[in-house]
């Protein structure tokens, strides 16, 4: 394209994107109009989705009680486990196939749309449960067809799973964490509505905020499309085609929306511009991140979730160790991002730039450790860990995070910089502690 040079072609090289996204709504007083689009969707009988600390807050009887209002039936199941499992999948699955719904609403973090998708998907095109998951860890098999309408109402601004095609869990028996993708996952309808998040505690705005943060500068940094092989047929493009020209205009107004309003969200929740700001953030990230891909912070997250020792931060179920997913993926960003600079600089300070950093004036060689120092000074100022190892690890761990980071291929081949085995222990040593 001649518009950008970054995006170069090649005789090799991919020269076509494509933007999938799901229909959205967006804005405060939008769930109450849910009813309406259920019914527009053609449904009659709805299973919704939702975890058991939410269902004691107002946003499920809104749901309710606008479904009630449009004469559409429904079951609600209130069992999402928080940082799903294979299990807790499998059990949404069975609500999800005895329930004969024609179509879902989840209402939650991504942890309820995620449950929901798989429940979707499990119980519209019945497999063995290794079938959909990603390979290796799984069989990787494609989605047969089309999934039943899915409404996802997200209350966390945080993973943009209402505009994905990805459904992540923890796979118990092999203590990591990994997923199912397909375009046939991501939901039909969006509905956010930023009020939603006023009653997030201040660590899952901080933790999830994060994560849309990280989505935003790794897509933003990924591999560009045209640099990934042309794919054998368009059947065959993946959902991660690296960043790309549409996938870079939201990651940048994500970026410039989290350098100003994370910090403001987490510390006073009464401050509804930085929630709303970072809601819509949230949905920017996601849309670009959907169609373009993550890298190594994710990958190397994985892991750190999987693998989560004692870890139990405020604001999250008290019952078992969790490292909540943002918190996972923002305690390897400043090390990650050291070891990508060299691939491609100016967007490494770019993304130090949108995220409010006033040390852009600097040779190409130290891009990395500026953007590094601006997420550091976040991460302090909002009490996110000290690192990998504020989260329980130590030196003695970095073989079995990196085993566990080296399955998730699918992310770091998204990565700008080839990444060995070698290359992730450097990096998870350089995350051991920031401060
Ligand atoms: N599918 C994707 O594209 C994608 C992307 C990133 C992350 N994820 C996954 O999403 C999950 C994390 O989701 P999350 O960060 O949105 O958090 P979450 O869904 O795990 O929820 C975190 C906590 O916040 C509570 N909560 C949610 N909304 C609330 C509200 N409005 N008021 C008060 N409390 C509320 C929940 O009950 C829970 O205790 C992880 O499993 C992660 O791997 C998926
Ligand atoms: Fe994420």
């Known amino acids: 394209m001649s518009c950008c040079h970054y995006y170069e072609f090649t005789e090799q090289g991919d020269r076509v994107f494509s933007v999938d996204i799901a229909a959205i709504k967006f804005g405060p007083g939008s769930l109450q109009e849910v009813g309406?689009?259920?019914?527009?969707?053609?449904l009659k009988r709805v299973g919704i989705f939702t975890d058991p600390v939410l269902a004691d807050f107002p946003y499920l009887d809104t749901v309710q009680t606008a479904l009630r209002q449009a004469n559409v039936d429904f079951e609600t199941y209130t069992?999402?486990?928080?940082?799903?499992?294979?299990?807790?999948?499998?059990?949404?699955?069975?609500?999800a196939t005895e329930g004969k719904f024609d179509g879902f609403i989840s209402l939650g973090g991504g942890s309820v749309i995620d449950t929901c998708k798989a429940a979707n998907l499990y119980s519209t095109h019945p497999a063995e449960f290794e079938t959909y998951v990603n390979a290796p860890l799984g069989d990787g098999k494609p989605v047969p067809g089309r999934l039943k309408p899915h409404i996802a109402c997200p209350t966390t601004s945080g993973t943009g799973s209402e505009c994905t095609g990805i459904a992540v869990f923890d796979y118990l028996k092999l203590k990591v964490k990994t997923g199912i993708a397909s375009r046939a996952l991501r939901p039909t309808k969006a509905v956010i509505d930023p009020t939603s998040t006023y009653t997030l505690p201040a660590n899952v705005v901080a933790a999830s905020g994060f994560d849309v943060l990280s989505h935003a500068l790794e897509s933003y940094t990924a591999i560009p499309y045209t640099q990934?092989?042309?794919?054998?047929?368009?059947?065959?493009?993946?959902?991660?085609q690296g960043a790309n020209p549409y996938s870079d205009v939201g990651c940048?107004?994500?970026?410039d929306l989290t350098g100003r309003y994370l910090?403001?969200?987490?510390?006073?929740s009464d401050d509804h511009e930085a929630r709303d700001n970072m809601m819509f953030a949230a949905t920017l990230a996601g849309i670009a991140f959907g169609n373009s891909g993550v890298h190594i912070p994710h990958g190397m997250a994985y892991s750190v979730a999987g693998l989560v020792k004692d870890y139990q931060p405020q604001g999250y179920p008290d019952d078992e160790p969790i490292c909540p997913h943002g918190i996972s993926v923002i305690v390897n960003a400043p090390s990650a991002f050291r070891f990508t600079a060299e691939a491609c600089p100016?967007?490494?300070?770019?993304?130090?730039?949108?995220?409010g950093s006033d040390h852009l004036d600097v040779p190409d060689s130290d891009t990395g450790e500026v953007l590094a120092q601006r997420l550091i000074e976040m991460m302090h100022t909002t009490a996110m860990p000290n690192g990998v190892g504020g989260v329980g690890y130590d030196n003695t761990?970095?073989?079995?995070?990196?085993?566990?980071?080296?399955?998730?291929?699918?992310?770091?081949?998204?990565?700008?910089?080839?990444?060995?085995?070698?290359?992730?222990?450097?990096?998870?040593?350089?995350?051991?502690n920031y401060w």
């Open 36 to 42: 309406s689009d259920a019914v527009e969707l053609g």
């Open 252 to 255: 940048e107004k994500a970026l």
């Open 263 to 268: 910090v403001r969200a987490t510390q006073n």
């Open 397 to 432: 761990d970095i073989s079995d995070l990196v085993e566990g980071a080296y399955a998730q291929q699918r992310l770091l081949q998204q990565s700008p910089r080839e990444v060995s085995k070698e290359s992730l222990a450097h990096m998870y040593s350089g995350a051991m």
């Open 228 to 240: 990934r092989s042309k794919p054998a047929s368009p059947a065959l493009r993946p959902m991660s």
């Open 346 to 355: 100016d967007r490494h300070r770019r993304g130090a730039e949108l995220l």
């Open 79 to 95: 069992e999402v486990h928080i940082e799903p499992t294979d299990q807790s999948f499998q059990h949404a699955s069975q609500f």
